[in-house]
């Protein structure tokens, strides 16, 4: 279930980051904090670990999110878990413009 968290914004914009969404994006001191906005809505992401943004990818995650959020299935991914598919795809050069050769099925 979504949990929602404030905090204050100064008159100089700026906000403390809730200890719970450190510890969830894994931040610490000095690493970049990312925006990610989507229309109305804008989500926060650890923008100093290794990601590359796919938007297949992204649409097959935030499909897979509105499923678990709709049918309440959410079992969260370990971290360890995620750490271990950063390692394996970091570095991995993918050519998004590459025609595809031979049949595809899905």
Same mark, same amino acid.
């Given at each position: 279930?979504? +949990?929602?968290?404030? #905090?204050?914004?100064? /008159?100089? #914009?700026?906000?403390?980051?809730?200890? $719970?969404?450190?510890?969830?994006?894994?931040?610490?001191?000095? /690493?970049?904090?990312?925006?990610?906005?989507?229309?109305?809505?804008?989500?926060? +992401?650890?923008? #100093? $670990?290794?990601?590359? /943004?796919?938007?297949?990818?992204?649409?097959?995650?935030?499909?897979?999110?509105?499923?678990?959020?709709?049918?309440?299935?959410?079992?969260?991914?370990?971290?360890? $878990?995620?750490?271990?598919?950063?390692?394996?795809?970091?570095?991995?050069?993918?050519?998004?413009?590459? /025609?595809?050769?031979?049949?595809?099925?899905?």
């Amino acid at each position: 279930m979504p +949990v929602t968290l404030t #905090s204050k914004i100064t /008159e100089r #914009s700026q906000t403390t980051l809730p200890p $719970a969404v450190r510890k969830v994006l894994d931040l610490h001191p000095g /690493e970049r904090l990312g925006y990610v906005i989507d229309g109305d809505e804008v989500r926060l +992401v650890n923008a #100093s $670990a290794a990601h590359h /943004e796919d938007p297949a990818l992204d649409t097959f995650l935030e499909f897979l999110g509105n499923d678990l959020q709709k049918h309440r299935r959410f079992v969260p991914i370990p971290l360890d $878990a995620i750490d271990r598919m950063r390692q394996l795809t970091t570095g991995v050069a993918i050519d998004h413009d590459a /025609e595809i050769v031979g049949d595809v099925g899905l």
